[in-house]
């Protein structure tokens, strides 16, 4: 892989790494599960040689120095952090992409914070705010699909079951959100080395945990943001192959009064989940395309 610059970013007393790539109007990327920060870097070498500053973070837990005492994992947290990371890159507004949670986290924080966004660009993931009560009645066939976030409520078992035999469950899960597609060997080794360390497994399984576990301050904030209307242009990517998130559900689940600020939805008729990485040339272009068409006015000499 391109080396890329690192840095650190903090929210509180929690740091992340970051991957970092050119000079220029900001771009956040946010990964998802179960991925790492190089799950954009195609994204980070195309968009930094487009005049870009791409930067892409581990999100919380995914390394040592980013897991709370509390253990919160709700979006509305992931999406505070962001928040921190912008105020201490200049605070000025940044355009972002995020790919499965990465994209349920750009979601939430749009709705939270839509000044500190120039536009939001979300891969493999609808907004969810309608997907229990619109998407999965109309499409039900998604609940057999997303088997693997009732089967990770089991606390013990899964984490045992998610690392055996190499953390095949992972590899199986590639396979079958992009079927047809091979994950370059060196990237799995990476990811299964970042799930390996202290705490790390357990807080990416804190995410589905969190999102359908016990009521909290957490959850219930991220619920109200979920039916908050985001005033950010936001441009929503799916493969018409996902075996993740049906590309259906883009068509239920994404309406006009969600989006006050304007959305599109584009398809890519031959990509799955890891859309991003299975068509990096295609995908740049749109992306790059997007960042263009909703960046802020250039200020008078």
């Known amino acids: 892989m391109k080396e890329f610059e690192t840095l650190s970013l903090r929210a509180g007393p929690l740091e992340f790494s970051a991957l970092s790539a050119g000079q220029g109007p900001v771009v956040i990327c946010l990964h998802g599960f179960p ?6 870097r195609h994204q980070l ?3 930094s040689k487009a005049g870009y500053r791409v930067i892409s973070p581990s999100l919380r837990g995914y390394e040592p120095s980013s897991q709370p005492l509390d253990a919160d994992y709700t979006m509305v947290r992931m999406a505070e952090d962001l928040i921190a990371w912008i105020d201490s890159l200049g605070s000025e507004p940044v355009h972002l992409v995020g790919h499965d949670w990465g994209a349920i986290i750009a979601y939430t924080a749009g709705a939270l914070a839509p000044d500190r966004f120039h536009a939001i660009a979300t891969l493999a993931a609808p907004h969810p705010g309608r997907m229990q009560s619109e998407g999965i009645p109309k499409i039900p066939s998604q609940l057999r699909k997303s088997w693997y976030m009732f089967f990770f409520q089991l606390r013990g078992i899964a984490d045992i079951a998610v690392e055996a035999r190499d953390w095949s469950l992972i590899d199986k899960l590639w396979r079958d959100w992009s079927p047809g597609w091979e994950a370059p060997q060196d990237e799995m080794r990476h990811l299964k080395n970042t799930l390996s360390k202290p705490g790390v497994k357990r807080a990416a399984l804190g995410y589905y945990r969190a999102m359908v576990g016990r009521s909290t301050t957490g959850t219930k ?15 929503a990517l799916t493969g018409a192959q996902d075996g993740c998130i049906d590309t259906r559900l883009f068509d239920i689940a994404m309406k006009d ?11 890519l008729p031959d990509a799955g989940h890891f859309l991003h990485q299975e068509k990096p040339a295609e995908l740049n272009a749109i992306l790059i395309d997007w960042l263009s068409r909703t960046a802020p006015p250039k200020t008078p000499q």
């Open 35 to 40: 991925d790492t920060s190089r799950s954009f």
């Open 45 to 47: 070498e195309a968009l």
């Open 221 to 235: 904030k991220t619920l109200e943001l979920f039916r908050t209307p985001i005033l950010v242009p936001t441009l």
């Open 257 to 267: 009064e969600d989006f006050p600020g304007g959305f599109e939805v584009i398809r």
